[in-house]
Nanobody, 126 residues
Framework: EVQLQASGGGLVQAGGSLRLSCAVSGITFDDYAMSWIRQAPGKEREVVSCMSKSDGSIYYADSVKGRFTISSDSNTENAVFLQMNSLKPEDTAVYFC??????????????????WGQGTQVTVSS
């Protein structure tokens, strides 16, 4: 059974940083696209970043390129992280970690993901 649990959200001022963590169990990293997906109030869900070890691909939405970095715990392969720097008020959203069998280039639509963790709230004040 795939289990994902996100944590690390909070309230931060614009320009600040947060690091989100996703505890992962029940999957083999090599087989999955692992993503962070966010949903802002009144907006549709958006894939923020994705990584897949099978092909080494990493994807970032244009809105976060250069500010966010996705990574995984390469030793234990039981966690995925999202380092968020230079945060902006428009980054305010609930952030979810999600997983799907495959590689990132084919999974930049939130509807493609079958396994989700609970969300963690990120609020960026101006």
């Amino acid at each position: 059974e795939v289990q994902l649990q996100a944590s690390g959200g909070g309230l931060v001022q614009a320009g600040g940083s947060l690091r989100l963590s996703c505890a992962v169990s029940g999957i083999t990293f090599d087989d999955y696209a692992m993503s962070w997906i966010r949903q802002a109030p009144g907006k549709e869900r958006e894939v923020v970043s994705c990584m897949s070890k099978s092909d080494g691909s990493i994807y970032y939405a244009d809105s976060v390129k250069g500010r966010f970095t996705i990574s995984s715990d390469s030793n234990t392969e039981n966690a995925v992280f999202l380092q968020m720097n230079s945060l902006k008020p428009e980054d305010t959203a609930v952030y979810f970690c999600a997983a799907e069998v495959g590689a990132c280039p084919g999974f930049i639509d939130p509807r493609d993901y079958g396994s989700w963790g609970q969300g963690t709230q990120v609020t960026v004040s101006s």
